[in-house]
């Protein structure tokens, strides 16, 4: 079956550090979704993509956090500088436009020291 | 700010009980879709349904949806303990997905 693969699986930075997360979506998938998941709480969402384009990023912290989708396939999600806040899962999902469940990836845990 | 609120929070049930569990949104959607999540893991999509059906089955699992009162539950059938997850249900409008907080379900062997 195929998957949604992420990477790194775990990262620890130390604050003020740049950090980088790395999704691949399934193939032919339109959607994708990057998520922040705070321990204990659901996941919200940071930025959604079709194709190459940004459909909603309302939700991301601008000063700090930057997503690209180049080609419309994979995506790459920044945080410069990270904080200690910033310390979470982040959740990488993928789907076909039209009304699909959608395929998470495994995540990637990010510690902040 | 998250779209759905599920109640309750946590639930701890038998083996072979029954488990259910609500969940409330705030705007229009085009469906809403229910995910379960492993400790630590991503999350895993279990069943979608339409804003114009009422109920839907899958296996063990039974969604209803009540567009009128913005809620829908989900039920499982016959718990095991392979059930242990937090499950969350997603409003899904112009195909952005709102999550909830989440329900914590722990099925006792």
């Known amino acids: 079956e195929a998957e949604v693969a992420q990477s790194p699986r775990y990262k620890i930075t130390e604050k003020s550090q740049a950090v980088a997360f790395w999704c691949d979506p399934i193939?032919?998938?339109?959607?994708l979704y990057w998520y922040r998941q705070i321990l204990g709480q659901g996941p919200e969402l940071l930025v959604q993509?079709?194709?190459?384009?940004?459909?909603?990023d309302s939700q991301l912290p601008k000063d700090r956090f930057s997503a690209e989708r180049l080609k419309g396939v994979d995506s790459t999600l920044k945080i410069q500088p990270a904080e200690l806040g910033d310390s979470a899962m982040y959740l990488c999902?993928?789907?076909?436009?039209?009304?699909?469940?959608?395929?998470f990836g495994s995540g990637t845990r990010l510690t902040v020291v | 700010s998250q779209q759905g609120e599920e109640d309750p929070q946590a639930l701890s049930i038998q083996e072979g009980e029954n488990a259910t569990m609500n969940c409330s949104y705030k705007?229009?959607?085009?469906?809403l879709q229910w995910y379960r999540q492993n400790s630590g893991r991503g999350l895993v999509h279990l069943i979608l349904?339409?804003?114009?059906?009422r109920e839907k089955h899958s296996g063990r699992l039974r969604v209803t949806l009540d567009t009128s009162k913005k809620s829908s539950s989900l039920l499982i059938t016959a718990s095991r303990a392979a059930d242990t997850a937090s499950y969350f249900c997603?409003?899904?409008?112009?195909?952005?997905?709102?999550f909830g907080a989440g329900t914590t379900v722990t099925v006792r062997a």
């Open positions: 999902a993928s789907g076909r436009t039209g009304s699909y469940g959608y395929t």
């Open positions: 193939s032919g998938h339109a959607t």
């Open positions: 993509f079709q194709d190459e384009s940004v459909v909603d």
């Open positions: 705007t229009s959607i085009n469906n």
């Open positions: 349904i339409r804003s114009n059906e």
């Open positions: 997603a409003a899904s409008n112009d195909y952005k997905l709102s």
